[in-house]
Nanobody, 120 residues
Framework: QVQLLQSGGGVVQTGGSLRLSCAVSGTAFAIGTTNWYRQGPDNERELVATITWGGSTSYGDSVKGRFAISRDNAKKTIYLQMNSLKPEDTGVYYC??????????????WGQGTQVTVSS
């Protein structure tokens, strides 16, 4: 059984920083591409950042230069460092990972979501 456990959300003032974590638990698996999404008050889910197994990264236009995605393969954890936060960054953030288990095809898993609120 693979699970993604998120942590690190909260309330921060405009201009502040937060770091989100997404820990992948389970046995005998490999983590492929991982994404961070966010869902704002309009309930639209927006792709925020992506990191591949090899470490290549990409970002949504609204967060470029402010957010950084990284991964620690030994800890099986993916991070999202969020700096210079703005009220429009408010939302529920979800990590999504493609995971391959021994003897099974790759599957996509989601974290439970974590609330980020940026006050003006």
């Amino acid at each position: 059984q693979v699970q993604l456990l998120q942590s690190g959300g909260g309330v921060v003032q405009t201009g502040g920083s937060l770091r989100l974590s997404c820990a992948v638990s389970g046995t005998a698996f490999a983590i492929g591409t991982t994404n961070w999404y966010r869902q704002g008050p309009d309930n639209e889910r927006e792709l925020v950042a992506t990191i591949t197994w090899g470490g290549s990264t990409s970002y949504g236009d609204s967060v470029k230069g402010r957010f950084a995605i990284s991964r620690d393969n030994a800890k099986k954890t993916i991070y999202l460092q969020m700096n210079s936060l703005k009220p429009e960054d408010t939302g529920v953030y979800y990590c999504q990972a493609t995971v391959t288990r021994v003897g099974r095809p790759a599957n996509t898993y989601w974290g439970q979501g974590t609330q980020v609120t940026v006050s003006s």
